[in-house]
C-alpha cells in the first residue's frame, strides 16, 4: 500500500481540455485566420452551438483547416495563441505533490505533441487520423471521431489508476460529459451555464496557477457504475 503525506491530494492524475481552457480563444480560431478560413470556422461553429451538426462533423471541419500548412508552421501559430499564464509551473506544482497531468482533447496528435513539449504534460490523447507528409504537410483529415471517454480509458490504463484518481479540467460539452466518469470535474472559464452544473467546481482564473489549491483540496467523489449518485449534490 502507498504512504500518503497527510496532505496528499486525493488524485493522481489531472486532464486538461484545451481550446477555451487552457487558451483564451478558440485555437482553430487562429489557425482558420492564417489559412484564410474564417468564415468556415464561424459557420462551423455556428451551426455546432446550434445543434445543427454533430461533434465528429464539426471536428473534421476544424481539423480541414490546417490542411496544406506544415506542422511546423502549426507549430508557431500554436505558440501565438493566447493561453492562460503560468501553465508550465502549474503543472509542475501539481507533479511535485504527486498529480501527473494529461491532456484529453479532441485537437490532433500534432497540436497534442506540441503542448506537451512546450509546457511539460505527462501525456496526451487526442484526435488520431491526420495524415501528414513526410515533408511535414498536413494533407489530409481522415475519419475522425470525438472521443474523450476513449482517451480517459487509454490514461487510465497507461497509468494504472482507477477514474476516481482523476479530475478532469474543461469548459465544453464534452467536458461536462466526461465530469461524472472521474472523481471531480473542475469547470474552467466557461460561458456555458450546463458545463457548471456539471461541474463539482466552477472557476474563472488568468493564471492556471488558481486550479492548484482546488484540486488539492478536492477529495474524488463516489462513483456509482462510472457515475455520480443521483441524490449528490456539487461541492461547487
Known amino acids: ?13 489531472a486532464t486538461f481540455d484545451l481550446d477555451g481552457t487552457l487558451t483564451r480563444v478558440h485555437g482553430w480560431s487562429v489557425i482558420a485566420k492564417a489559412t484564410h478560413r474564417e468564415e468556415a ?20 471541419e476544424l481539423l480541414e483547416l490546417a490542411v ?22 502549474a503543472l509542475a506544482t ?3 505533490v504527486g498529480v501527473r497531468s494529461a491532456l484529453l482533447t479532441h485537437n490532433p496528435e500534432y497540436v497534442c505533441a506540441w503542448y506537451a513539449r512546450r509546457f511539460g504534460f505527462d501525456a496526451a490523447e487526442g484526435t488520431r487520423g491526420t495524415v501528414v507528409g513526410g515533408d ?45 466518469q472521474v472523481g471531480a470535474g473542475i469547470a474552467l472559464n466557461t460561458s456555458d451555464e450546463a458545463v457548471t452544473r456539471a461541474a463539482d467546481v466552477s472557476l474563472r482564473a488568468e ?30
Open 1 to 13: 500500500m502507498r504512504a500518503e503525506p497527510p496532505d496528499a491530494p486525493g488524485f493522481r492524475l
Open 207 to 236: 493564471s492556471l496557477r488558481a486550479i492548484v489549491p482546488v484540486i488539492r483540496r478536492l477529495r474524488p467523489r463516489p462513483l456509482v457504475n462510472g457515475a455520480r449518485p443521483p441524490d449528490e449534490g456539487s461541492n461547487r
Open 94 to 96: 501539481l507533479r511535485a
Open 68 to 89: 496544406g500548412l506544415s506542422v511546423a508552421e502549426v507549430e508557431r501559430l500554436l505558440e501565438a495563441t493566447p493561453k492562460l499564464a503560468d501553465i508550465g509551473e
Open 136 to 180: 511535414g504537410t498536413i494533407l489530409a483529415v481522415g475519419p475522425t471521431h470525438a472521443d474523450k471517454a476513449g482517451g480517459l480509458a487509454r490514461l487510465l490504463e497507461r497509468f494504472d489508476l482507477a477514474a476516481r484518481e482523476v479530475v478532469h479540467v474543461g469548459d465544453g460539452w464534452a467536458d461536462a460529459a466526461l465530469f461524472p
Open 41 to 60: 470556422f464561424r459557420e462551423s461553429q455556428a451551426r455546432f452551438l446550434a445543434h445543427e451538426v454533430g461533434e465528429d462533423e464539426h471536428l473534421r
